[in-house]
């Protein structure tokens, strides 16, 4: 649940730090090696599931102590009593530090035009499977399907030229595979030519030697 | 705040909880709303971790009640209430949903669970809307806080001397069917508030897209489910319990439930429409909103007194005013936004042709309106009747059933019609295409059905008493078309993936299933609704006989089996053509209840053993209503229900009332089917990505056949669990039958523990008539016509109609009219228009036919206004040059490959 919170807020600390013109820390001298600076961790910085596992349990071993160790009703309510209080504690906590802490940079930020013609293409994409699925159903002639199918390809190439001239990607995966593959069979090559080199190199030498 | 002081531990925690969980929402609501406003991300982080902490509240606030009700806290007055010591754990814990104020409570709790798992996994996605979301949810939740912490709060306790015993559950409620019944139903309730938030949420921020929509999709889908299963539950329970022979009487509260599942019905197929097509942007923003105001509306219906049902929570004003105060602000705002972003909702393009599957989805949504805004006139019509003319009318299930049945057969008609039309337009030879064989399959079982089952020719009033169909038969047709619409879907699908992938049909099927999952999921959905209407259709043969049998069969050799041809004439009695032996009657006690069983053997009509039914009657100790505990025999062709309806403990004699009711299983296993088929509409497509890699080891090949037997297994397992009928206990007797002067018996009222269900029966189809046209007005039974009520206020009443009739000529029509005429006078002049079940004004009936011609009307003019035909809609393909056609043509084939 809180998961989703916290690599964001790593994450926010981790871009501050990596920003140009932020001061480094200064290197320790070899006369003196640096010790590791002891730092306070807020509990809302721990990994929640840690925080769940260092708390709850002992709450409920002391409910089932406190009931003999006999797993009743009452003592499940009881523990789930307790879980719900180490939530409102974990959660208040947050609360209260999320409302003085933190910038929230980049929450607001406008969606990447990109995202936006990503989404349109799959819709688009989308939509000329279904025409396609339609008439390989019967539902569509094949004309209707053809005309239906026009309209959208030519939506779909203008997202297309977007999106390239967006990400600056020319690529598509077919052609990144074909590309990978030709690496691929050069590198081959190289080391085939180069077997056969060593091996005609062995050749000359034992007739030589001979 | 109730100024009682607590002297419970549980009650302050309980109590400071609930305060501070109010004080919470009002902080975050706050918080987010502001921070989103000003595009404060920090007070929207704060508003999202309230949320939780907020939830965090509500289970602990739960988890203290709950921990009261097993511990048996009875100075907590809802504990003393509604739970005592001799009750087991199981309902102990429902109690806690029980009543008024723990069900409110309950409604926080799940509420907030839900939005806690909706905003954590939306969060990321909607990050510039998600404050207006959460403040929606917390909005929500403050006003049912309002009412607990005001008016309604469950940790409430005695000033003076707490009792040492509780008061108990309504013996009603002990049913195992308590334990999921009302928790279906608020989490369909709950499950509605997601989509209405998300909604509200795009409106405030301006995000006008459908990302909103494909992330509320789950939570359509969830309460969908939820409300169906809520209200076939409700129909079960009423099978089992109730001991009148049905599962579903249109009683206000089952109502409450049944309206909000039209309007999520149709936003689940518009949805649709506005994903692939980009209309009915308003359309679907309302209809979220309808259906959480009817939800709310429904929740005000049961728990204000403003109708009367054996359900309802009780009569409260207070309650009453601070619902309708709520669904006023509620309109207003939610309309206010929705008006304000309107110039930005308008939509491009519209429908090209009535043949298409959008006007199809339009059309169904329609209807779908029809039905809620009928069920819910017709719910209301009591109290506005009685608002305005001071006489709360009666109105009962005929009168239902004669509006509902056609717009459900409608309905069924789009089942299957829709899945064979294509989007934007249907040309004529693709109609013929795909309707023959669909038609030709419904043709033909009418035919037949019409030749070796007359008894579907049977004509049933719809709409009013003159005009009569062969629903039974129109109803078998049209289950056929949808059979035959959705076979063909699949047969053609697999074989359009077979083509495709060049994999076998079975792996085709499967994957065409996985693949295209919300589709073939609805088909699945499709076909269960089809399956139901079989179900319903059986409602047209079956019948209701009273017996009498003066002593039960002495115990004889043979045990419970005896075979038939040693039973003695004398003590059998048949009915439909199956034979009933009764064999004995028993008493048993427990510190809960005396319980009296009647042990009758069924037999077949051949004579075959079939089971032994045990049909009971138990007085509780606590001075209760006395319950009537009713035993089935199941079959996939029809029930054998019997209730014990009096019975005498010194002689053996017994009343019997047997109901045989044909197709009724149908119903329950079109819902297991209905669940199947949402939860295939509900898997995740990481779920389809795990499943679509082939294992190539042997242990993974073998983890994929158990992981199939499994789900087969828990499927069936849930099949048999649904349809699989609490038997009831055996008990001990209660009152003796005598006979009693005819102002003793009425002013007994609804007291039906005296063997009066069998008396006085009708000696002829127009007392039969007249006696389903009458209600009984004993003031417990709640609208049940003097024919089913088994009290004896009604049993004098069925003598008053026969005393009436005695005088009249019944062997002509028009003798039978003149009688009907003056019974119906005569009761009319002594109880005033209540007395009938189906409304007298004319006003009244002319209400649903101005609302039939208006909507006939609606889809006319409006269907042809929003039906543009010709290239207006179509966007003419943009000039692509020379150099980059085929270049961009490769690249869009290369995506359409990888697209699936």
New interface residues.
Partial sequence: ??S??TPTESTDATETSAEPGTTPAPAPSPASPALPRARAVAPSALPPWLLAVAVVPPGWFYILRIQRWHL???AV??M??W??????GY??I???L????????G??AP?GEGD?LE?E???L???????E??R??????AA?AA??T??Y??????V??AIEAETGQAL????QILADVRVRQKLEGKVKKAKEKKKQGKKESAEGGA | MDSAIPSSPVAVVGTITVLTAYLIAALAAGAGIVGNHRKDARMVRASVHGLYAFFGLTLLASGLLVYAFVTHDYTIRYVALTSDTTMTTSYKITAFWGALDGSLLFWVLVLAAFSSIAVAANMRRHKDMIGYVVATILLVQLFFLTLLVFDKNPFGTYVTKPPVEGEGLNPLLQNYWMVIHPPSLYIGFVAATIPFAFAIGALASGRLDDMWLSSVRVWALICFFFLSFGLILGGRWAYEELGWGGYWAWDPVENAGFIPWFTMTAFLHTAVVQEQRGLLKVWNLALVILTFFFTIFGTFMTRSGVVASVHAFGEDNALALQFIVFMVVLLVISIGLLLHRLPRLREEGGFESFVSREFAFLLNNWVLLACAFFVLFVTMMPTITEAMWGERITIGPAFYNRWMTPLGLVLLFLAGAAPLLAWRRTTRERLYAQFLWPTGFAVATVVLLAIFVPATRQLTPILDDALRLPIPMLNFGLCAFVFGSITQEFVRGAQARKKQTGSDTFTSLIGLVLIKRRRYGGYLVHLSVAVMFIGFAGRAWDSMTDRTIEKPLAVVEGGEKLPLAQVPKEHQFKVRGYTFVYRRLVQTSDDNKVATTAYVQLYDRDGTPLSLLAAARWNFRKGTEPTTEVDIHEGLDEDVYLILTGYDVDTGLANFRIYVNPLINWVWIGFVMLAFGTFICLIPLRAVELVSRRPTTPAGKAADVGAVLLLVGVLLGAMAGVANAQAPQGGPPSQQMSEHEDEVVRGRGHADDAGWAHRFPPDSATAANLMNELVCLCGGCKRENLRDCKCGFAAMERKKVLGLLAGHDLTSPAGQATARRAVIGAFVREYGGEVLVAPPTKATWLVPYLAVAGGLALIFFVGRGLVRKGSAADAKPAPVSAADADVYDEKLDDELRDTD
Avoid: N, Q
Avoid at chain 1, 136 to 141: A, D, F, I, M, V
Avoid at chain 1, 153 to 158: L, N
Avoid at chain 1, 172 to 175: L, P, Y
């Fill in positions: 649940m809180t989703s919170e009743t009703s009452s309510m009881l789930i009593c879980v719900a209080i180490v939530l409102i959660f208040g947050r609360m209260a999320a409302a003085t802490a933190g910038d929230g940079e929450w607001f969606r936006e989404r293409k799959r819709s994409l989308k939509a000329i499977k279904e025409i699925f339609d390989e159903t019967g539902k569509l002639s209707d005309s239906l026009a309209v390809r030519a939506r779909a190439i203008e297309l030229r598509t995966v077919r052609e």
